[in-house]
């Protein structure tokens, strides 16, 4: 466990020397904490998001918020300053984009974590005729959101994994 706090602790010194990747981290979380604020009370109201969504926020869903907006956050500024810095260091040739640039938009890019927690508040609204599955989804809201912040973590160590490996020019890194 300590390996995966090193990485991301090294990755975080790396990219936040960049007042830019400070900037975008920021604004990032302003949005995103905003945003998760509306969606995750959705449970609540039938899927209806707007101001009446925060009426049904609560300490757990505003934690869940907070988590989602700070590890999404660091994901984007991560990816960014990983994308930034193989951009840097690539050659114009079409093998180099593919070897520095591709696998992190694949497999470490915030797309799938948004995803993932998008869908996992925006459920309630996509099956409101099925009473079941939203009964099934409120029950088990708060182990859902725990997973989605274990994926979340999961991807920002793979950032960071990014970050270095862009940092020092290495195609593997073993941390």
Known sequence: MNKYFSTIKKAIVIVFENKKSRYLLFVSFVLLFVFYSFLLPATFTGGIVGLVSLRFLNFELAVFAFLFSVLLSLIIAFFNFSFLENKKSSKKAAGSFFGSVLPPLLCCSPLLPSIA????GAFPYSFLAFGFLQGFLATYETQIYSFLVFLLFLFLYQNAKQVLNA?????QNKT
Do not use: D, E
């Open 167 to 171: 940092k020092y020019k290495v195609c």
């Open 117 to 120: 927690a998008f869908l996992s």
